[in-house]
């Protein structure tokens, strides 16, 4: 049976670190096609949101503000971060709603722990515990 960490470590961390790395190594303005790359969104998406909001050319400031509007699987994990504020130590009940985890599995594997919250770096931990 499969943990979230596998499935963390395949997709989310993988996808998280491309974001990063397209920020700090791309220079803007960036070209739509790269931006849906990113985002694992469509070029008419990202174009249709850029008219909507009449951005002209995407900068930085409108590629962070993309992320919140795109309905990707990643840019809706990290819209769910946002909504929770990103805070330095997760409860239970945040680890579920980000990373979209039922809440009963998050619970079990937190007992398995021993622990009630967690730091970004506890996240690996406690997602080798949660078994899809």
Do not use: W
Request: contains cysteine.
């Amino acid at each position: 049976m499969q943990t979230y960490l596998e499935q963390y470590d395949t997709f989310i961390a993988p996808k998280l670190q491309e974001l990063d790395l397209f920020l700090k190594t791309t220079e803007p303005p960036y070209a739509v096609g790269d931006i849906a790359i990113c985002l694992d969104s469509s070029d008419e998406e990202i174009q249709s949101l850029l008219q909507k909001f009449g951005f002209g050319l995407p900068t930085k400031g409108v590629f962070l503000y993309l992320i919140q509007l795109v309905k990707s699987p990643i840019c809706k994990l990290i819209q769910r971060e946002i909504a929770c504020g990103m805070p330095p130590t997760y409860t239970i009940e945040e680890i579920s709603y980000i990373y979209d985890l039922e809440i009963e599995k998050v619970q079990v594997a937190a007992q398995n722990i021993g622990k009630e919250t967690f730091t970004k770096k506890d996240l690996v931990h406690l997602f080798s515990y949660i078994y899809c």
